[in-house]
T-cell receptor, first 113, second 113 residues
Framework: NAGVTQTPKFRILKIGQSMTLQCTQD?????MYWYRQDPGMGLKLIYYSVGAGITDKGEVPNGYNVSRSTTEDFPLRLELAAPSQTSVYFC????????????FGQGTRLTVV | AQSVTQLDSHVSVSEGTPVLLRCNYS??????LFWYVQHPNKGLQLLLKYTSAATLVKGINGFEAEFKKSETSFHLTKPSAHMSDAAEYFCVVSDQSDYKLSFGAGTTVTVRA
């Protein structure tokens, strides 16, 4: 099993550009999450999903969109990149039925210039 | 909503001495609690988890934590620090209100030779 796979690992965007961060899990987990990590701030929840077709906002959703058309995939979309979105982004998945821990991808380091 | 407070932003220890990282949580339900470690420029690795079984939880690399409901605490300890323990540590809480994962701000551990 690959676990949680994020692409790309690194990206530099110009202000106003858009991009999609990809996240795929092969563990058939129902819950998936997107977090951003800024220095000294821990991880903040952007969006999460309880299953295919269902998404909800976290603490810091502004400037982002998500979709969950399948159990496996949970892409995060930035429509108009801003310098404040420079961060490291982590995707995670979890089996709530079994009450497992969250499994994290390796992260995407995004810089907006 | 659940929340976590990590009481120390930075802990410095000598190699071979005990490590104590303090975590207090808030939850209206029976919580699940986790400790994750992040080495520089790496992803998040699970150290240990509490999910309503034994209150003393043993994890990887000699770490353990004790769930104390009366004190709403989940402190992480290790009897003897190793140089490889230098990293960022996150305490995380989740509960059945929404199964979100709430992170503490993190504790940076430095190990002196």
């Amino acid at each position: 099993n690959a676990g949680v796979t994020q692409t790309p690992k690194f990206r530099i965007l110009k202000i106003g550009q858009s991009m999609t961060l990809q996240c795929t899990q092969d563990m058939n987990h129902n819950y998936m999450y997107w977090y951003r990590q800024d220095p000294g701030m821990g991880l903040k929840l952007i969006y999460y999903s309880v299953g295919a077709g269902i998404t909800d906002k976290g603490e810091v959703p502004n400037g982002y969109n998500v979709s969950r058309s399948t159990t496996e995939d949970f892409p995060l979309r930035l429509e108009l990149a801003a310098p404040s979105q420079t961060s490291v982004y982590f995707c995670a998945s979890r089996n709530i039925i079994m009450n497992t821990e969250a499994f994290f991808g390796q992260g995407t380091r995004l810089t907006v210039v | 909503a659940q929340s976590v407070t990590q009481l120390d932003s930075h802990v410095s220890v000598s190699e071979g001495t005990p490590v104590l990282l303090r975590c207090n949580y808030s939850s209206s339900y029976s919580p699940s609690l986790f400790w994750y470690v992040q080495h520089p420029n790496k992803g998040l690795q699970l150290l240990l988890k509490y999910t309503s079984a034994a209150t003393l939880v043993k994890g990887i690399n000699g770490f353990e934590a004790e769930f104390k409901k009366s004190e709403t605490s989940f402190h992480l300890t290790k009897p003897s620090a190793h140089m490889s323990d230098a990293a960022e540590y996150f305490c995380v809480v989740s509960d059945q209100s929404d199964y979100k994962l709430s992170f503490g701000a993190g504790t940076t551990v430095t190990v002196r030779a």
